[in-house]
């Protein structure tokens, strides 16, 4: 395998080799080079092979290996040059993501408030794995959540219009087609709408620490020292069954179609094609999935948080999705060209003036929402123009792991990882001992890095830091 040549400080670039159809981009500094596997050059290289890619194959700061792409890696695909959909470049957590909302209370408040705080929301709010704590939900109703998303669990009570407007696309993933979503798929979502599930999943409350440009921080309505509500989430078993299905498929309809595929979890389809036409109407079915369990968690939590403090008047700053395929307009060679943009564990990052942005963030750009590992800084930074450009309007999505989960359990037993949270001063809620073990501060590479590159490159620019208080773990 090639070593990539560096292009810039924090840009390096895989020259295209064999039957590789464009370059590969790895935006990263020094030391994150030197921390990324082997295999994530490899994947990455992989990626650029396939069918209709154009520009290149790109991995962001917090890019590790994943199935098929590399986590943290992007790719945007020509539907008029042959371009494909492939379920492995999307991800099992079909548009796991995260929002954050605005709280207007002071830190010192929750501080003094804080255990409180924690076991009402950890009562509050389901977690777990396997947990089946949710919604309970007829087939209609089914139907419709996979239809219409967030729209749907606001028209249910859960949360407001204006939190719509503050989630991508409207809260709804237009092209969704529940039909395409199989019986097993929606069978695993029974009583799982409405939880936070496990893993590196979870509701923080966080203090804004540190403000990087009063501007933007001012359109987004953040203020040093107030605090935010964070929740990270996806579409549960309905989206992982989604993509182990069409997964299956798209290893049949390539070897039809003749694309030689360099890895099996490559697995793709035209996008014409009728596997993939299926494939999208089923994605964007578990993306509405993933929204409407967003919008419930978020009234779940508001409540909790409204409880304790009556006065507190909670509103959206933004919801972005992780893993998804997006059709897009992005400029190639000086053209608009309509674009699947592939997202694996990457977030999208729309410049100023982007017409899909709400109109308050039309001058700042869109808010990109950067999680820290448990215990770590959060960030809250800004899409930029120069990053509509290298990269798709997309950035990181966090620090990206830097150990396995088995590697973290034998290295950090759970009660010690509560301990030296709680030294911190950071309350900690968590339904799994090992779970707390797998999701330690130190399993993931370090966030402040992965964000310094990502503004250094311009693929997002830092706006604000922020420090948890509450952490509520699946």
């Known amino acids: 395998m090639q070593k990539p040549t560096r292009i810039s400080s924090y840009v390096h670039r895989l020259e295209p080799e064999g039957p590789m159809r464009v370059p590969g981009f790895i935006f990263a500094d020094d030391e994150l080079m030197a921390d990324m596997e082997g295999d994530v050059f490899r994947q990455l290289a992989n990626v650029a092979t396939l069918p209709g890619i154009v520009h290149g194959a790109l991995a962001m ?164 020292d107030d605090t935010v509500m964070s929740i990270h989430c996806g579409s549960r078993g309905l989206g992982h069954q989604v993509a182990t299905e069409y997964i299956r498929l798209m290893v049949q309809e390539a070897a039809r179609q003749k694309i030689r595929l360099p890895d099996r979890d490559l697995a793709c389809a035209p996008i014409f094609s009728d596997t993939g036409q299926q494939y999208l109407g089923a994605m964007r079915a578990a993306i509405n999935c993933a929204l409407a369990n967003r919008q419930i968690l978020s009234h779940l939590a508001r409540e909790a948080f409204e409880t304790v403090f009556p006065d507190a008047r909670t509103s959206m700053l933004y919801d972005v999705c992780h893993n998804t395929c997006r059709e897009e307009v992005h400029e190639i060679e000086g053209r608009k060209t309509r674009l699947f943009v592939h997202r694996k564990g990457a977030t999208r990052a729309f410049g100023p003036g982007h017409p899909d942005l709400p109109l308050e963030y039309s001058q700042s750009g869109q808010p990109v929402i950067i999680g820290g590992s448990m215990g770590t800084s959060s960030y809250i930074l800004a899409g930029t123009t120069e990053g509509m450009h290298i990269s798709f309007g997309s950035a990181c999505h966090g620090a990206g792991r830097g150990m396995s989960r088995k590697q973290a359990v034998k290295k950090y037993p759970g009660r010690q990882v509560i301990d030296h949270l709680q030294k911190m001063n950071i309350q900690v809620r968590g339904h799994s001992i090992k779970g707390l073990s797998e999701e330690a501060p130190e399993a993931y590479k370090d966030v402040s890095r992965v964000v310094e590159v990502s503004h250094n490159s311009s693929l997002a620019r830092k706006v604000a830091r922020l420090k948890p208080l509450i952490c509520i773990k699946g």
Not at 70 to 84: E, S
Not at 116 to 124: F, G, P, R, V
Request: include cysteine.
């Open 61 to 224: 700061p917090d890019a590790h290996l994943g199935y098929g792409f590399p986590i943290g890696g992007v790719g945007a695909f020509d539907p008029h040059q042959g371009g494909i959909v492939s379920a492995g470049g999307v991800g099992f957590d079909i548009a796991c993501g995260v929002r954050t909302l605005l709280t207007g209370i002071h830190k010192d408040r929750v501080i003094s408030s804080g255990k409180a705080l924690a076991d009402l929301l950890y009562q509050n709010v389901p977690a777990g794995l396997g947990t089946k704590k949710g919604l309970t939900i007829s087939s209609k109703e089914m139907d419709q959540m996979l239809a219409q998303g967030g729209r749907w669990a606001v028209g249910r009570g859960y949360g407001t219009r204006s939190d719509l407007e503050k989630t991508e696309e409207g809260g709804t993933a237009y092209g969704a087609d529940p039909g395409a979503v199989s019986d097993k798929a929606r069978k695993r979502l029974d009583r799982e709408l409405g939880t936070l599930g496990s893993g590196n999943h979870y509701l923080e409350i966080q203090a804004i620490q540190e403000i990087f440009d009063e501007n933007t921080a001012r359109a987004f309505g953040l203020r040093k």
